[in-house]
């Protein structure tokens, strides 16, 4: 592992300056909205009904804050799991008193156990299991237009809910969507005194206007915060709810190629042409700590609930950095450079390259445990398929067969790796490239692998993924161009935000 570099000013946990309150402030309730009365009420000119101030007094108090909103979110969730549990009991014959108390104690427990594995599936500790009840799609399930860009979408993201989506392309248009309706709205960028007052640098020639091409977001946890980070070396922080520019972090040499919130918390990581990762608290709107390690661009950033941060760059490296340790581990592609990543889980991680290569790592090997070449070869998934019908494993456990290098030569430009995506705590991946499809994965056990599930076509550079928590549905940026430069180009592909419908099986609720 390179030493630590001694541009290090000050350690994350020693010398910086300390939020204002730990990390369960990022959630605490707001104040009480003002209820009816005061000086609003003396623009009104006339008095209202008893019925139009019933009315009224049903909307006030229809009004919570967050705090409230959790409270009931957390006992519908509740209800609803009490109402699996009666279900899988409610089969048993009638019985006596002693029967009647014997239910109620299994359904408790039942009740318990369903909670728990949510928590560890949430936590990552314990994997879902999706993708065999992935169902093969139909011959007219298609990627649909959800959202239009004028030019290349280079990133998406989804709310916690998987109710709202967000997306930004090169024009500097930021686009807030309903994932059901599609409709959107847009985020203006304030002007220039605006921003330099929300502590933005002037651009360093004068004579050239700030450029808005935005090159990653993120979301906050909470649903109450968007990050965005381009060309112009800031992160800009923006509120959800008024779509109102609220901070510009300044700091970074170089554009802002990728930002990831850690999940659960208001600390935001944003990655650099600089080489450098950069920690920030996005409540108090503090810089807290620089990471050194890169010896080229960082391209893509990811981060779960754990203080760990994973990152890939233009120096063929991943690196997985512990930040109250600070120190990070140093995982070698292979050949070429690795484009883009994300966690499984805390131990296992994906990422693509640009020579069209998905590698799975583990924590335990400095080597990837799998490497599929080609990975986005039309042939690939029928020959995966025709010899799982045989009883036999394909194509992963090292490099891909020479059978199914020998199909079919793909051009370069066309079968980079360009994005990669994890259905959050599940065995569902998903790869995007420019040669007109989406490839479903399969991650399986250590010794299997990775196998392709289904591919769903879309043409144009698939520049950013991203998986509804539920697994019912897969949203994608995709553009004429790719996400960092203008070395290719799709004329026929259409720029925007387009959603793919999943199916899965049905699954009886109990615990396996």
């Given amino acids: 592992m390179p030493p630590r570099s001694r541009k290090r000013v000050v350690g994350l946990n020693a010398g910086k300056k300390k939020p204002r309150s730990s990390d369960d402030a990022f959630f605490e309730p707001e104040p009480k909205r003002s209820r009816r009365g005061g000086g609003l009420d003396d623009d009104i000119e006339s008095l209202e009904s008893d019925e139009e101030l019933s009315e009224q007094d049903r909307e006030d108090e ?43 104690g299994k359904r408790d427990s039942l009740v318990a156990e369903l909670l728990q ?23 007219d399930d298609e990627f649909r237009m959800l959202v239009k860009h004028r030019q290349a979408v280079t990133a998406v993201a989804l709310a916690e809910d998987d109710s709202k989506g967000f997306s930004a392309s090169k024009d500097g248009v930021i686009m807030h969507w309903d994932v059901e309706t599609g409709k959107s709205e847009k985020y203006l960028w304030p002007s220039e005194d605006v921003l330099i007052s929300h502590q933005a640098k002037p651009p360093q020639n004068s004579a050239k206007k700030r ?18 980070g381009g060309l112009d070396r800031h992160v800009h922080l923006w509120d959800i709810r008024t779509r109102g520019h609220l901070q510009a972090f300044h700091g970074h040499r170089g554009p802002v190629s990728c930002l990831t919130f850690r999940q659960g918390t208001p600390q935001l990581f944003s990655g650099s042409f600089d080489r450098t990762i950069k920690l920030w608290n996005a409540e108090d709107k503090t810089h807290m700590d620089n990471l050194f390690g890169h010896q080229s661009e960082i391209l893509a950033i990811d981060c779960l609930r754990r203080e760990r941060l994973l990152t890939v760059g233009r120096d063929r490296t991943m690196r997985l950095w512990k930040v109250p340790e600070e120190s990070q581990l140093v995982f070698r592609a292979p050949a070429s450079s690795l484009e883009c990543c994300c966690f499984i889980n805390d131990s296992e991680f994906l990422s693509g390259s640009d020579d069209g290569s998905i590698e799975l790592w583990n924590l335990k090997r400095k080597k990837p445990t799998h490497l599929i070449k080609n990975a986005h070869a039309s042939s690939l998934l029928d020959y995966s398929h025709s010899h799982e019908e045989n009883g036999t494993t394909t194509c ?10 020998k199909k079919e030569s793909h051009s370069s430009a066309h079968s980079w790796i360009s994005s990669v995506a994890v259905c959050r705590g599940s065995d569902l991946a998903a790869s995007g490239a420019a040669n007109g499809v989406v490839r479903l994965w399969s991650i399986q056990s250590e010794s299997s692998g990775i196998k392709p599930l289904y591919d769903y076509s879309l043409l144009g550079f698939i520049n950013s993924l991203a998986f509804a928590k539920s697994a019912r549905f897969l949203v994608a940026g995709v553009g004429q161009e790719p996400r960092l430069g203008r070395w290719g180009r799709v004329s026929l592909a259409r720029n925007g935000v387009a959603i793919h419908p999943i199916k899965l099986k049905d699954e009886h609720l109990s615990i396996a």
């Fill in 62 to 104: 229809e009004e919570e804050t967050a705090g409230e909103k959790r409270i009931r979110v957390a006992r519908e969730h509740l209800d609803r799991v009490r109402a699996i549990a009666k279900r899988v009991h409610e089969d048993e014959e009638e019985e006596g008193d002693e029967g009647r108390y014997e239910r109620e």
């Fill in 211 to 228: 450029s808005k091409n935005v090159l990653a977001l993120a979301v906050s946890s909470d649903g109450r915060l968007l990050a965005s």
């Fill in 396 to 405: 992963n456990g090292g490099d891909i067969d020479n059978e199914c290098k």
């Fill in 117 to 139: 594995k949510e928590q560890l599936e949430e936590s990552g500790r314990l994997r879902r299991v999706i993708a065999t009840r992935v169902l093969r799609p139909e011959p």
